[in-house]
Nanobody
Framework: QVQLAESGGGLVQAGGSLRLSCAAS????????LAWFRQAPGKEREFVAA????????IYKDAVEGRFTISRDNAKNTVYLQKNSLKPEDTAVYYC?????????????????WGQGTQVTVSS
């Protein structure tokens, strides 16, 4: 089990950038696949990006590919989501999640450790 805590959310104008961080505590952080999900008001939570344990494989939601970058620093037990060219439709609560799977996946049910979320609001 790992405990996850997101930070870095806030209010930003459209076209701006923001970097989210997710700090993890617990054993074997470097063995977990890590992901970011988001939930917009009135919508279901959706996959955004994921990286496998060694950062060698990453996957993205189509709508964010090329604008968002997921990365991890296993020495710091932290995963990041760099978000550029933000759009109002990126407004959501962003959640960090961890899975013991050795591959990056998009399915929420495969992640059994979740953070509390951080709010990101993009104004037009």
């Amino acid at each position: 089990q790992v405990q996850l805590a997101e930070s870095g959310g806030g209010l930003v104008q459209a076209g701006g950038s923001l970097r989210l961080s997710c700090a993890a505590s617990g054993r074997s952080f470097n063995l977990y696949t890590l992901a970011w999900f988001r939930q917009a008001p009135g919508k279901e939570r959706e996959f955004v990006a994921a990286t496998k344990w060694n950062g060698g494989s990453t996957i993205y939601k189509d709508a964010v590919e090329g604008r968002f970058t997921i990365s991890r620093d296993n020495a710091k037990n932290t995963v990041y989501l760099q978000k550029n060219s933000l759009k109002p439709e990126d407004t959501a609560v962003y959640y960090c999640a961890a899975s013991r799977l050795s591959v990056a996946v998009t399915t929420q049910s495969r992640y059994d450790n979740w953070g509390q979320g951080t709010q990101v609001t993009v104004s037009s």
